[in-house]
């Protein structure tokens, strides 16, 4: 298994819709987790820490599935400003702040 | 407070020759990373510096690639010589410190075309 693997997508939805991507990694011994976002041709900004089972804020919730080593992204009530690419990043190792990203699920609102 | 800085915005070079970048991270920030995002994936952790000191630097293409951290604030990357397949993003971040909680902010990047 990769360390990190998302599903590239696109993902096409119409504004207004729920829509959920899934992440699984590889190292059972990661204890925190992150979801970035990156508009086309910007740098990755940070959506979502999750550190627990799970973590919710307004129209977004990330889920953690610790035994079947997945994490996922929930998006309600989609918007056109939600289109971007959505990394998924998990720690490499057992201390500090080394990083893997995943390669990203590219997600297109449409009106 | 001010972001992460990065220059140049764009590079184009062509195979063979060197090329440098230069980051400034958030006043304050301990933690400086380089990250490689070639088209279409995520980005790649290519060097960590906590302070002046390297923290990893395992996916570094250490026979072109090199990076320091000299006085624990900027930092500069550099490759000699460049390949085509070197052509990406180069991406600049740092943290406040080397911890998994800490949030990292990006530089917008250089982009770099190696024809």
């Known amino acids: 298994r990769k360390e990190v693997e998302q599903d590239p997508g696109p993902f096409n939805v119409p504004e207004g819709a729920t829509v959920a991507f899934n992440c699984t990694y590889s190292?059972?011994?990661?204890?925190?987790f992150f979801w970035y976002r990156q508009d086309c041709r910007k740098e990755p900004k940070l959506l979502m820490s999750v550190y627990s089972s799970g973590n919710e804020d307004g129209r977004f919730t990330a889920q953690l599935n610790r035994a079947s080593q997945y994490i996922s992204l929930l998006i309600r009530d989609s918007k056109l400003s939600d289109s971007a690419t959505y990394l998924c990043?998990?720690?490499?190792?057992?201390?500090?702040?080394?990083?893997?990203f995943g390669g990203g699920t590219r997600l297109m609102v449409k009106p | 407070e001010a972001g992460v800085a990065q220059s140049p915005r764009y590079k184009i070079i062509e195979k063979r020759q060197s090329v440098a970048f230069w980051c400034n991270p958030i006043s304050g920030h301990a933690t400086l990373y380089w990250y490689q995002q070639i088209l279409g994936q995520g980005p790649k952790l290519l060097i960590q510096?906590?302070?002046?000191?390297?923290?990893?630097d395992s996916q570094l293409p250490k026979d072109r690639f090199s990076a320091e951290r000299l006085k624990g604030v900027d930092s500069t990357l550099k490759i000699q010589p460049a390949k085509l397949e070197d052509s990406a993003v180069y991406l600049c971040?740092?943290?406040?410190?080397?911890?998994?909680?800490?949030?990292?902010?990006f530089g917008s990047g250089t982009q770099l075309s190696v024809l």
């Open positions: 510096f906590q302070n002046n000191g390297v923290v990893d």
């Open positions: 190292n059972s011994a990661s204890q925190s």
């Open positions: 971040a740092s943290s406040r410190r080397d911890s998994r909680r800490e949030k990292l902010f």
């Open positions: 990043v998990v720690p490499r190792g057992n201390a500090g702040n080394m990083l893997t």
